[in-house]
């Protein structure tokens, strides 16, 4: 079993900065491929970033030149700096994992979840 602890979220105005950081549990963190998907209110689950046991990354469209997902295998930690904030950003944050290490931008392609993390921008 691995569990995902999400930090960093809160509230930003228009145009800054949060990073936010997923802690994972268990020892074959570096086999997994990590990523981030978000969801506001009244709106689906959507894709955010993910970075596979490789370090490819692919990101959504709406975040791509903004937004970096990195990891760290000797913390067990993947982060995702998120730069030049809008409102639209605005959301729960989840961070997932799947033990195949290959990710993928459907939620099905993740076995574990974390509780999420808010993050709110300001106009």
């Known amino acids: 079993q691995v569990q995902l602890v999400e930090s960093g979220g809160g509230l930003v105005q228009a145009g800054g900065s949060l990073r936010l950081s997923c802690a994972a549990s268990g020892r074959t963190f570096s086999s997994f491929a990590m990523g981030w998907f978000r969801q506001a209110p009244g709106k689906e689950r959507e894709f955010v970033a993910f970075i596979n046991s490789n370090s490819r990354t692919e990101y959504a469209d709406s975040v791509k030149g903004r937004f970096t997902i990195s990891r760290d295998n000797t913390k067990n930690t993947v982060y995702l700096q998120m730069n030049s904030l809008k409102p639209e950003d605005m959301a729960v944050y989840y961070c997932?994992?799947?033990?195949?290490?290959?990710?993928?931008?459907?939620?099905?392609?993740?076995?574990?979840w974390g509780q999420g993390t808010q993050v709110t921008v300001s106009s």
């Open positions: 997932v994992a799947d033990f195949r290490g290959i990710g993928g931008r459907s939620t099905s392609a993740y076995d574990y």
